[in-house]
């Protein structure tokens, strides 16, 4: 049994047979059986995996859930990968997994490479991760990075998973908010030249804002004042000149788009038409004081929703439907993820109302809510607002604590979890910091391997079967895990398990190291010594794939 098909799955497949059979002998329909859980024991003793799925069947069969697991036990095939399947009360069944086999997947880890833990699927799905989508009117701040580093390694772990996986930002360019901008930008334009132009009233005041005006007066000199035939252009170069700092500093955390979709191009087509034509001639539009509401209360939403205002403008509301549209009708992705901020909650249930009446499977969209982050300096807490300019940028983030630790801690929390960023922390050098702990695991693999090759050692032909203490059968099997919570994450849509699974990887290798001396002098440890930078050899891979899902550096030194 290869790997690539991860040993979670293969379990559940042959219980999923072992349980037909047993219905079949005792003449038990199955109904809507077809998921197994399989989880590592509390109790490492009690074996490697375990399911409880006895006790869950337990009304259908009628029966003793022990009962139950000794009739599966009694089905099952004969496999290389098993040493020992047992029973354990009140009704669970543990696996372990044969030592010999576990040795034998460290050449399998090898050879796979850069590949280990990849799913190829035979039918592609076409899957687009929105994710970021800021508005152009300011930099990225602490709390629009934590939804690039979800959305940035989410797409890295479902492509390895097999989907076929776009990544794109939404560049939300129309509207009021980036009136305020362009308005703001002028003010700031005008002041350069020593000409009076009025701030408008919530418009934005951060330095930024001097920024853009300066690098807009480079650029047309003193073209602009009173010129209103030039608003259009000087418009462009300023969202222009946003979005390129917004991609600078979002490359600096190593987060990179396939696809950058403008909201004015949905004006600038036939998509923001025909979705109103197709909501129009399926009723689900009414006109009520001088607005267009969107019935949603047909689709059993609490309320209707404006989609266009008296004024003819239309909602933010409007854009986003056309939009989601134009994801699953016309580029028809067969899965779309969008990763919000919280101040977005409320709008997914009328969202989800909205592809309903137009005939999509709302299924099909999921919406990840990114929490708050709380950026932690010492004791004081820095909040961001970006009208006000008093806010810390990514940039600033990355500079001070480096785009690795921005990432770790960013993505080790749940999306759905409020959090706090600890910079003291995440600059330490040492043990305590995760980020250090795990690079520097992997680091120690990369040295011990430089001095084994400068030593001219051998280790391709090494006898595997030599790794059978307690710590290197425990780092194999934490290696072996990879496939799993590949799967896992891809399956929940929760890149937290990611980093999670790095650590306790990591926590295993630190333990070998310090149990397992791998290069000996001694002669009579040659063959371990090999043997063990085999191991080594596959948990370098292991680790650089890791931090290389989670958008992270493998270092060479630390």
């Not at 543990?94 to 490479?113: M, P, R, S, Y």
């Not at 990879?482 to 650590?503: C, G, N, R, T």
């Not at 948990?539 to 630390?558: E, I, S, T």
Request: charged letters at 25%.
């Amino acid at each position: 049994m290869p790997v690539k098909s991860n040993i979670k799955e293969k379990l559940r497949d042959i219980l999923l047979g072992c349980l037909q059979r047993v219905a079949d002998n005792n003449n038990i329909h199955l109904d809507g059986i077809d998921f197994v859980e399989i989880d590592r024991p509390a109790n490492f003793e009690h074996g490697d995996y375990a399911t409880n799925l006895p006790l869950r069947i337990t009304k259908l069969f009628g029966n003793n859930p022990m009962a139950i697991a000794d009739q599966i036990i009694s089905e099952w095939p004969d496999t290389d990968f098993l040493s020992e399947i047992s029973v354990a009360a009140p009704g669970f069944i543990n696996f372990k997994l044969e030592d010999k086999w576990v040795q034998a997947e460290i050449g399998h880890i090898i050879e796979d490479g850069t590949n280990f833990g990849d799913n190829h699927l035979d039918n592609l799905e076409k899957v687009m991760i929105e994710f970021v989508s800021v508005n152009p009117t300011g930099p990225v701040h602490v709390g629009h990075a934590r939804g690039a580093v979800i959305g940035s390694s989410l797409a890295n772990i479902m492509s390895a998973a097999g989907y076929a996986v776009t990544r794109e930002y939404y560049i939300n360019d129309a509207g009021n908010q980036m009136q305020l901008f362009f308005e703001s930008v002028l003010a700031r334009y005008h002041e350069l030249l020593g000409s009076s132009y009025q701030l408008p009233e919530g418009g934005y005041q951060g330095d930024y804002i001097k920024d853009v005006a300066e690098l807009l007066h480079a650029e047309f000199g003193e073209s602009l004042i009173g010129n209103s035939d030039a608003i259009n252009e000087m418009a462009k170069f300023s969202t222009d000149t946003m979005l390129n700092a917004i991609s600078e500093d979002l490359f600096e955390l190593q987060v990179e788009f396939d696809n950058w979709f403008s909201e004015k191009s949905l004006f600038g087509s036939d998509e923001y038409r025909d979705t109103i034509g197709e909501l129009e001639s399926k009723n689900y539009l009414k006109e009520m004081d001088n607005a267009l509401w969107f019935v949603s209360t047909i689709l059993e939403e609490e309320k209707d929703n404006v989609i266009v205002k008296s004024t003819g403008e239309p909602t933010y509301f409007a854009s986003d439907i056309a939009y989601h549209r134009n994801k699953f009708k016309t580029r028809e992705f067969d899965q779309v993820i969008d990763i919000w901020g919280a101040d977005h909650q409320g709008h997914i249930s009328r969202l989800k109302a909205a592809m309903r009446a137009l005939d999509i499977d709302d299924s099909k969209l999921k919406i990840l809510i990114s929490q708050m982050v709380t950026l932690k300096k010492g004791e004081e807490v820095v909040r961001a607002s970006k009208r006000t300019g008093d806010f810390i940028t990514v940039k600033e983030l990355v500079d001070e604590v480096g785009a690795d630790a921005c990432r770790y801690f960013f993505l080790a929390r749940s999306a759905s979890s409020q959090m706090e960023f600890d910079m003291e922390l995440a600059k330490k050098t040492s043990n305590e910091n995760p980020v250090f702990y795990i690079q520097y695991a992997h680091a120690r693999i990369q040295n011990i391997l430089a001095l084994a090759t400068e030593n001219q050692i051998d280790w391709e032909q090494a006898d595997l079967a030599l790794l059978n203490n307690i710590h290197e059968l425990n780092l194999i099997k934490a290696l072996l895990r990879l496939p799993e919570v590949i799967h896992q994450v891809a399956d929940s849509l929760e890149p937290h398990h990611m980093p999670h699974y790095a650590l306790e990887l990591a926590s295993y290798a630190h333990a070998f190291y310090e149990h397992c001396r791998v290069i000996s002098s001694d002669p009579n440890d040659e063959a371990i010594t090999k043997s063990r930078l085999r191991l080594i050899q596959a948990a370098q891979v292991v680790f650089g794939k890791c931090l290389n899902l989670m958008g992270m550096n493998a270092p060479d030194r630390m």
